[in-house]
C-alpha cells in the first residue's frame, strides 16, 4: 500500500484510512502514524488546526516513504 502512494496509484488518504480500518488503534507501533493521520483528515475539515488536507497528504506519503525505507511496504 505504501508504495502504491509513493507510486501516484493511490491517494494519501485512502492509505490512511485502509490503514485505519485494516490496522486500527491495536496494532503494530510502527503503523500508527497513518492510523492517526486518518483521524486528523477526520478532523481536518471540522476544526481548525495548524494543519489542513494539502499536509496531512505530505505527512502520508512522507510516513509512506519512510516505511518502505524500513522495508514495511
Do not use: C
Not at 3 to 32: N, S, Y
Amino acid at each position: 500500500m505504501s508504495r502504491m502512494v509513493a507510486d501516484g496509484r493511490l491517494t494519501p488518504r485512502a492509505l490512511a484510512r485502509w490503514a485505519h480500518f485494516h490496522i486500527g488503534h491495536d496494532g503494530p507501533a510502527e503503523l500508527q502514524l497513518l492510523v492517526e493521520l486518518d483521524d486528523a483528515y477526520d478532523i481536518v475539515d471540522e476544526v481548525e488546526t495548524d494543519k489542513n488536507a494539502d499536509d496531512l497528504d505530505r505527512d502520508v506519503l512522507t510516513e509512506a516513504r519512510r516505511l518502505l525505507a524500513d522495508g514495511i511496504p
